[in-house]
């Protein structure tokens, strides 16, 4: 697993793991057992850590659909999504991300619409051969269409017309699901993920692309109707609506849904997230029952004669320090990084250990220094490919000889 985490750090690496797991999404699901389902978290974790808020290399685009399929089974009638275990990274909260991937989504929809009717009307010229099997563009089904737009009946066009926007109202609707999945938090009452990405402060953003005030009428309505629940789960579900609301707003502006259909999906939307976070409620308290992950057993160290222990072992990771000797490079087993625990005692400070990587995993790490021989101490920033989530560490520097 470490190998796999580092080798993630590379673009080409992340795009063969979206493209790997397509292939085992069988009717939009995959049920996996606890362990697996922590090792695909694991996984999409480190290829979106990164990923840019922006996505330039589209990773995020190609791992949102697969985070509603991959799922694990934790009671009668509760199934816990990956999304719900990847809404830490900035990209999800980015109005550009979802417009991008909306207008994709809406154009892919639009485009099997047309040529769906364009395969019907071609039936029957079949034996103009084989040489024309290009596939079209949409931009080239657009020129197509709008060249042929005069010619067709009114009733013929209002089809059409209604048609076009139905795709984009149940679009519309799809990504309202799609979005509260990746906002709401699964503890709603922490409300972590809104103060750290400054998503609650998106109201506060001058909303010059929305010409209509619907959202703004609907999010206060949601307000004054959400008074018994709890403060700050409303805020978070309230944040939320209004996040949608300007999505919803710009992209159905913009490709000229009808007021009817702006005002139902308004309707809807602070609906889809409350029962969201229902469906959430139950998830986070079925997750708590879950058994704890065995954390590797502490290895005491030995200790010189009147030595004491000053402080119990505390976990920590040792990373390499820039020296070549341990990591494998130069012969022997690779002993760094290592996962184990610091140990303070009257004479020394003690690191003691196993390598993290797992064919060497029965060997045991032991490093320690006199600590009168501390010189300094510095917070560095690192990135740990056994533990994405750590992201700082400490420098100690001693004056002593190897």
């Given at each position: ?136 563009s949409a931009l080239e089904l657009a020129a197509?269409q709008n060249r042929l737009w005069p010619t ?129 409620d139950a998830v986070h308290r079925e997750s ?115």
């Open positions: 697993m470490p190998a796999v985490l580092r080798a993630l750090k590379g673009r080409t690496a992340r795009v063969c793991l979206t493209q790997e797991l397509n292939q085992h999404v069988l009717q939009n699901r995959a049920v996996l057992d606890d362990q697996q389902f922590d090792y695909i978290v694991r996984m999409m974790n480190c290829t979106l850590q990164d990923c840019s808020h922006m996505d330039e290399h589209g990773i995020a685009a190609a791992l949102l659909p697969l985070v509603t399929a991959f799922c694990r089974k934790l009671g009668a009638g509760v199934t816990q999504f990956a999304y719900s275990c990847v809404q830490e990274h900035m990209v999800w909260t980015n109005m550009q991300f979802w417009e991008a991937m909306f207008y994709g989504d809406v154009q892919n929809h639009i485009k099997a619409l047309y040529m769906e009717d364009r395969g019907q009307q071609k039936d029957s010229d079949q034996q103009e051969g084989s040489a024309n099997k290009r596939e079209i197509e067709l009946n009114k009733e013929l066009q209002m089809e059409r017309v209604q048609k076009e926007e139905s795709t984009v109202f149940s679009q519309a609707i799809h990504y309202a699901n799609r979005m509260s999945y990746l906002l709401l938090p699964l503890d709603t009452s922490k409300n972590r993920l809104l103060r750290s990405s400054g998503l609650g402060d998106v109201e506060s953003v001058s909303n010059s692309y929305v010409t209509n005030s619907i959202a703004g009428s609907m999010a206060e309505s949601y307000d004054t109707e959400s008074g018994f629940e709890d403060a700050e789960s409303s805020d978070v579900a309230n944040s939320v609506v209004r996040f949608i609301n300007r999505f919803v707003d710009k992209v159905c502006n913009e490709s000229g849904v009808t007021n009817e259909h702006l005002k139902a999906l308004h309707t809807m939307i602070p609906d889809i997230v409350q029962m969201h976070i229902e469906t959430l708590k029952r879950l058994p704890p992950i065995q954390k590797p057993k502490l290895l005491s160290p030995t200790l010189l004669p009147g030595e004491e222990l000053v402080m119990d072992g505390m976990r920590v990771h040792l990373i390499l320090d820039g020296r070549e000797e341990a990591t494998g490079h130069m012969g022997g087993p690779p002993l760094l990084p290592a996962e184990g625990a610091i140990f303070l005692t009257t004479y020394r400070l003690i690191f003691k250990g196993t390598p993290s990587d797992a064919l060497v995993g029965e060997q045991i790490v032991t490093r320690s220094f006199p600590i009168a021989s501390l010189t300094k101490e510095k917070r560095i920033s690192v990135t740990l490919p056994m533990d994405q989530f750590v992201q700082e560490g400490l420098q100690l520097r001693s004056c002593t000889f190897q």
